[in-house]
């Protein structure tokens, strides 16, 4: 009898793993978008069909372990590029065990979203009768996925939100960031997941089912009517900016040979670029390897190279803060100054520092190509520019939707990515390139991006990709954005629905709790 409980335990954990597989094949490099809507559903049966069991808690971490794993582990698979790191002194097995506990780590941390849902709605179920009425159930588990999640993208370590998986493809769903984030696109597929999931359940009750097909078409219906909208172009916003794609390989990007390819491919872009007309010119992150100092602008071609053309350019570098260097993007006006500096805020952990590093240093210190420690750039920077306010995202930072809503409320006109991606496979900068896109959609931006290897990108307010470059290729690309000074809801108010939806669940609980 034991033996056939655990057979039937693991038949239902292999169940809530194929759903995490089906939830995993929506972004890149499968983009399978529409099965989002979907793949929730094995989890969402599992967990409340168990809630009353002896056992339910220990039912429902493995449930939510099984499906997190499925999702985050494939979604995130490609974090083992980063192995081999045999050019960085690293030994190849030494490497290949960084990559693993890299991916491993950052699969777990996105399962304890996933598990911290699980247990709550089992502790609700067994322990408030409001619960047990499904209108009320969908509500509050839709508010609560919304809620981790918010709370997860405050941590340094945040990346596969479920609401990506509707980017760059189905851009009518994604128009419903502008209401309130990212999370709206979260909630809306949670919703629909949650309805199906209990019609399958309930059985008789095809007015889940309805309902649910219904909020689904309803939901792209507004989407698609915000799309089709037309996009002001005036002449006086509008700019002519220039795309420099260094393609320096990272095997070589912090040694002297690459410091030369890297001069040698930025000054000869910036020249080509700057006499196609452009008004200002965009490098990748740390394009130029080393300290943006006094001593290292006056003997590089690059800095000359401004000084004879007059065009401005945003250069990607390093700067000094005390002991520590940062990872910053500078404006570099036509006549050599330097205009302003931006310092990367969100930095990569293991990458770019390591967390708890008096515990960790010894054992993953060598991950880091880095002679110092970065240090994290404060998080209330303004980036002024001659073209106006800038909303700046340095690699990494473009997981972080309330970085980007941060700045564009306090004036930012236009978005400016910088990414390096040399690390990585297709996929890596395929997804990075989905986020970006719902960065322009939340806050109604242009997004210029330029990358060291690719995909660097222009993307318009309503997240059509109007130019994306080529993978691991030299390429150098002019185009014309327009500066906005719209703010949607999300801008205003920020993540405003799921606090709404979360206190509307609480209300209407304690109402039925009651009753």
Same mark, same amino acid.
């Given at each position: 009898?034991?033996?056939?409980?655990?057979?039937?335990?693991?038949?239902?954990?292999?169940?809530?793993?194929?759903?995490?597989?089906?939830?995993?094949?929506?972004?890149?490099?499968?983009?399978?978008?529409?099965?989002?809507?979907?793949?929730?559903?094995?989890?969402?049966?599992?967990?409340?069909?168990?809630?009353?069991?002896?056992?339910?808690?220990?039912?429902?971490?493995?449930?939510?372990?099984?499906?997190?794993?499925?999702?985050?582990?494939?979604?995130?698979?490609?974090?083992?590029?980063?192995?081999?790191?045999?050019?960085?002194?690293?030994?190849?097995?030494?490497?290949?065990?960084?990559?693993?506990?890299?991916?491993?780590?950052?699969?777990?941390?996105?399962?304890?979203?996933?598990?911290?849902?699980?247990?709550?709605?089992?502790?609700?179920?067994?322990?408030?009768?409001?619960?047990?009425?499904?209108?009320?159930?969908?509500?509050?588990?839709?508010?609560?996925?919304?809620?981790?999640?918010?709370?997860?993208?405050?941590?340094?370590?945040?990346?596969?939100?479920?609401?990506?998986?509707?980017?760059?493809?189905?851009?009518?769903?994604?128009?419903?960031?502008?209401?309130?984030?990212?999370?709206?696109? +979260?909630?809306?597929?949670?919703?629909?997941? =949650?309805?199906?999931?209990? $019609?399958? !359940?309930?059985? %008789?009750? @095809?007015?889940?089912?309805?309902?649910?097909?219904?909020?689904?078409?309803?939901?792209?219906?507004?989407?698609?009517?915000?799309?089709?909208?037309?996009?002001?172009?005036?002449?006086?916003?509008?700019?002519?900016?220039?795309?420099?794609?260094?393609?320096?390989?990272?095997?070589?990007?912090?040694?002297?040979?690459?410091?030369?390819?890297?001069?040698?491919?930025?000054?000869?872009?910036?020249?080509?670029?700057?006499?196609?007309?452009?008004?200002?010119?965009?490098?990748?992150?740390?394009?130029?390897?080393?300290?943006?100092?006094?001593?290292?602008?006056?003997?590089?071609?690059?800095?000359?190279?401004?000084?004879?053309?007059?065009?401005?350019?945003?250069?990607?570098?390093?700067?000094?803060?005390?002991?520590?260097? +940062?990872?910053?993007?500078?404006?570099?006006? =036509?006549?050599?100054?330097? $205009?302003? !500096?931006?310092? %990367?805020? @969100?930095?990569?952990?293991?990458?770019?520092?390591?967390?708890?590093?008096?515990?960790?240093?010894?054992?993953?210190?060598?991950?880091?190509?880095?002679?110092?420690?970065?240090?994290?750039?404060?998080?209330?920077?303004?980036?002024?520019?001659?073209?106006?306010?800038?909303?700046?995202?340095?690699?990494?930072?473009?997981?972080?939707?309330?970085?980007?809503?941060?700045?564009?409320?306090?004036?930012?006109?236009?978005?400016?990515?910088?990414?390096?991606?040399?690390?990585?496979?297709?996929?890596?900068?395929?997804?990075?390139?989905?986020?970006?896109?719902?960065?322009?959609?939340?806050?109604?931006?242009?997004?210029?991006?330029?990358?060291?290897?690719?995909?660097?990108?222009?993307?318009?307010?309503?997240?059509?990709?109007?130019?994306?470059?080529?993978?691991?290729?030299?390429?150098?690309?002019?185009?014309?954005?327009?500066?906005?000074?719209?703010?949607?809801?999300?801008?205003?108010?920020?993540?405003?629905?799921?606090?709404?939806?979360?206190?509307?669940?609480?209300?209407?609980?304690?109402?039925?709790?009651?009753?």
């Amino acid at each position: 009898m034991l033996s056939l409980l655990k057979s039937f335990l693991t038949y239902r954990i292999f169940f809530a793993l194929i759903g995490g597989i089906i939830m995993g094949l929506t972004p890149a490099p499968f983009n399978a978008w529409f099965l989002a809507w979907i793949g929730l559903i094995p989890l969402w049966i599992l967990v409340v069909n168990s809630v009353e069991k002896k056992n339910a808690y220990r039912q429902a971490i493995f449930y939510a372990i099984a499906w997190g794993f499925g999702y985050h582990g494939m979604a995130l698979f490609w974090i083992t590029g980063v192995h081999p790191m045999t050019w960085m002194g690293v030994p190849w097995l030494a490497s290949l065990a960084i990559a693993l506990f890299c991916w491993l780590f950052i699969t777990f941390w996105g399962i304890g979203i996933v598990v911290t849902w699980s247990l709550i709605i089992t502790y609700f179920y067994r322990n408030f009768k409001f619960f047990q009425l499904v209108w009320l159930r969908i509500l509050i588990g839709v508010a609560l996925w919304s809620t981790i999640e918010a709370l997860w993208a405050k941590t340094p370590l945040y990346w596969s939100s479920i609401a990506y998986t509707q980017s760059p493809y189905n851009l009518a769903i994604l128009q419903l960031s502008q209401i309130s984030g990212p999370l709206t696109v +979260t909630a809306a597929i949670v919703a629909v997941n =949650g309805l199906i999931a209990e $019609f399958i !359940r309930a059985k %008789k009750k @095809k007015q889940l089912l309805w309902t649910g097909i219904g909020l689904l078409l309803t939901w792209h219906l507004i989407g698609l009517a915000m799309y089709i909208r037309p996009i002001a172009k005036p002449s006086e916003a509008a700019m002519q900016v220039g795309i420099i794609q260094g393609n320096i390989p990272n095997e070589i990007k912090l040694y002297a040979a690459g410091w030369r390819k890297a001069i040698e491919g930025y000054t000869s872009g910036y020249q080509i670029l700057a006499d196609r007309g452009v008004e200002a010119i965009l490098t990748p992150e740390t394009a130029l390897p080393f300290v943006w100092d006094e001593q290292r602008r006056e003997i590089s071609s690059l800095y000359q190279a401004i000084l004879n053309k007059g065009v401005l350019a945003w250069v990607g570098g390093f700067d000094r803060e005390g002991t520590r260097i +940062t990872n910053s993007l500078f404006t570099i006006t =036509g006549t050599g100054k330097t $205009f302003s !500096r931006y310092d %990367k805020v @969100k930095l990569v952990p293991l990458g770019e520092y390591i967390p708890f590093e008096k515990v960790l240093g010894r054992i993953i210190n060598r991950l880091s190509p880095l002679d110092a420690r970065l240090v994290t750039g404060k998080p209330n920077q303004i980036f002024e520019t001659p073209f106006g306010r800038a909303t700046v995202g340095i690699c990494y930072e473009s997981a972080f939707p309330e970085h980007f809503r941060r700045q564009t409320a306090n004036g930012g006109e236009f978005i400016l990515t910088s990414s390096n991606n040399a690390h990585y496979s297709e996929t890596m900068p395929a997804q990075h390139h989905a986020q970006d896109v719902m960065r322009a959609i939340e806050s109604d931006r242009w997004a210029v991006r330029a990358t060291n290897t690719g995909y660097s990108g222009i993307v318009d307010p309503h997240g059509r990709t109007l130019w994306l470059s080529g993978i691991n290729t030299y390429e150098l690309h002019a185009d014309t954005i327009y500066r906005r000074q719209t703010q949607t809801l999300y801008v205003r108010w920020g993540n405003w629905l799921t606090w709404f939806l979360l206190g509307l669940g609480g209300v209407l609980g304690v109402i039925f709790n009651r009753r």
